[in-house]
């Protein structure tokens, strides 16, 4: 359901600095970050920074020269998006994490690619002293967004969440890693493990990492439905034909992987104690068993927490990506 009142939305991570509403750089030395009541009526909380850990942060981030690359799609594109992703089956294995991990309710979440914000919505709701954040980069979906008293918008791009200050106890990328494309399959993956990998720097001492995709298993080779699917997908040349056999994402690509792919994945970005749920395997048409080597597919739940917070003390991100090169 669309509402006319559009909430107010965060242009960028820096402008809600600008703004006063936030201040999401890694600020050193600074106890505390506030989010102050923005014109919509949305509430404010605090966010505890953790200095050490930006610290920290900003060293990864130029230890690897982190720059990320991602493709947009188009509005045409993220119009399909705006729909419920989350069936019964998914919502109530995340639940029971939740209710196991934070069994007063009492948490600050983050929703990258978090879209019209349905998903918060229905955490809101379901745990009524929780707040969140929904960032997007796509402004269409982000307008779509139902105000709320305890929700706050950002317009970014999921690949700069480093940039936002820490302390939330959930950051949950649902069906949004896989659109982290870049200009080819290896980029695109550095993209993902960058990602995930900033995200353990913005969780809170108990926090926790929650991820919805999309898992493909190959019929013999275990990823070979994600090279294939790539390929053909962001394919400029053929993107008409793609897009008429069914592909939203042609000309971008699309980046899904085996489950043991996006294990290693959030491993190497530094998730630790990743634990995995799944829906029911869905039906293979043949033409993707013939064509795509798809074996099977179901969504999956990853969970886990960071190393951070499992405080191994020699975890280095230029070592991890080094180590993409075997795959
Ligand atoms: C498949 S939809 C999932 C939406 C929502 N998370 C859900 O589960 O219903 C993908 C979402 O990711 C967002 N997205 C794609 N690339 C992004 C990026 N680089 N940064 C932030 N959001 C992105 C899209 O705008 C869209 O909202």
Same mark, same amino acid.
């Given at each position: 359901?669309?509402?006319?009142?559009?909430?107010?939305?965060?242009?960028?991570?820096?402008?809600?600095?600008?703004?006063?509403?936030?201040?999401?750089?890694?600020?050193?030395?600074?106890?505390?970050?506030?989010?102050?009541?923005?014109?919509?009526?949305?509430?404010?909380?605090?966010?505890?920074?953790?200095?050490?850990?930006?610290?920290?942060?900003?060293?990864?981030?130029?230890?690897?020269? +982190?720059?990320?690359?991602?493709?947009?799609?188009?509005?045409?594109?993220?119009?399909?998006?705006?729909? *419920?992703?989350?069936?019964?089956?998914?919502?109530?294995?995340?639940?029971?994490?939740?209710?196991?991990?934070? %069994?007063?309710?009492?948490?600050?979440?983050?929703?990258?690619?978090?879209?019209?914000?349905?998903?918060?919505?229905?955490?809101?709701?379901?745990? /009524?002293?929780?707040?969140? @954040?929904?960032?997007?980069?796509?402004?269409?979906?982000?307008?779509?967004?139902?105000?709320?008293?305890?929700?706050?918008?950002?317009?970014?791009?999921? *690949?700069?969440?480093?940039?936002?200050?820490?302390?939330?106890?959930?950051?949950?990328?649902?069906?949004?890693?896989?659109?982290?494309?870049?200009?080819?399959?290896?980029?695109?993956?550095?993209?993902? @493990?960058?990602?995930?990998?900033?995200?353990?720097?913005?969780?809170?001492?108990?926090?926790?990492?929650?991820?919805?995709?999309?898992?493909?298993?190959?019929?013999?080779?275990?990823?070979?439905?994600?090279?294939?699917?790539?390929?053909?997908?962001?394919?400029?040349?053929?993107?008409?034909?793609?897009?008429?056999?069914?592909?939203?994402? +042609?000309?971008?690509?699309? &980046?899904?992987?085996?489950?043991?792919?996006?294990?290693?994945?959030?491993?190497?970005?530094?998730?630790?104690?990743?634990?995995?749920?799944?829906?029911?395997?869905? /039906?293979?048409?043949? %033409?993707?068993?013939?064509?795509?080597?798809?074996?099977?597919?179901? &969504?999956?739940?990853?969970?886990?927490?960071?190393?951070?917070?499992?405080?191994? %003390?020699?975890?280095?991100?230029?070592?991890?990506?080094?180590?993409?090169?075997?795959?």
């Amino acid at each position: 359901m669309r509402h006319r009142t559009s909430p107010y939305i965060a242009k960028s991570v820096a402008h809600s600095k600008q703004a006063g509403m936030m201040n999401p750089a890694p600020t050193l030395g600074s106890r505390r970050s506030t989010v102050t009541p923005a014109q919509s009526g949305l509430s404010s909380f605090a966010i505890p920074s953790r200095p050490l850990i930006c610290a920290m942060a900003c060293w990864a981030s130029m230890s690897t020269g +982190a720059s990320m690359a991602v493709k947009r799609l188009s509005d045409a594109q993220l119009e399909a998006f705006d729909t *419920e992703h989350v069936s019964p089956a998914l919502w109530d294995m995340l639940v029971r994490r939740i209710d196991a991990q934070f %069994p007063h309710g009492r948490l600050r979440f983050l929703d990258v690619g978090g879209g019209s914000g349905r998903f918060a919505d229905r955490l809101l709701a379901r745990y /009524p002293h929780a707040h969140g @954040v929904v960032l997007d980069n796509s402004r269409l979906l982000l307008a779509r967004n139902k105000p709320h008293a305890r929700k706050f918008l950002i317009e970014e791009s999921a *690949e700069n969440i480093g940039l936002l200050d820490g302390g939330y106890d959930l950051v949950f990328f649902n069906w949004v890693l896989h659109h982290l494309v870049g200009f080819d399959y290896r980029e695109s993956v550095e993209n993902v @493990v960058r990602t995930v990998h900033d995200a353990a720097y913005l969780l809170s001492d108990r926090g926790h990492i929650s991820i919805f995709e999309n898992v493909y298993d190959g019929l013999l080779v275990a990823n070979a439905p994600s090279h294939i699917i790539f390929r053909l997908t962001s394919a400029n040349a053929i993107a008409p034909l793609i897009h008429r056999l069914g592909a939203n994402t +042609a000309r971008i690509g699309v &980046c899904f992987q085996s489950k043991r792919a996006w294990e290693r994945i959030l491993h190497e970005a530094g998730m630790a104690t990743v634990g995995f749920d799944e829906d029911e395997h869905k /039906p293979v048409p043949w %033409p993707w068993k013939a064509f795509l080597h798809v074996g099977n597919l179901r &969504c999956g739940l990853f969970w886990g927490t960071s190393v951070l917070n499992q405080s191994l %003390p020699k975890y280095r991100l230029a070592t991890t990506l080094d180590s993409l090169e075997r795959h």
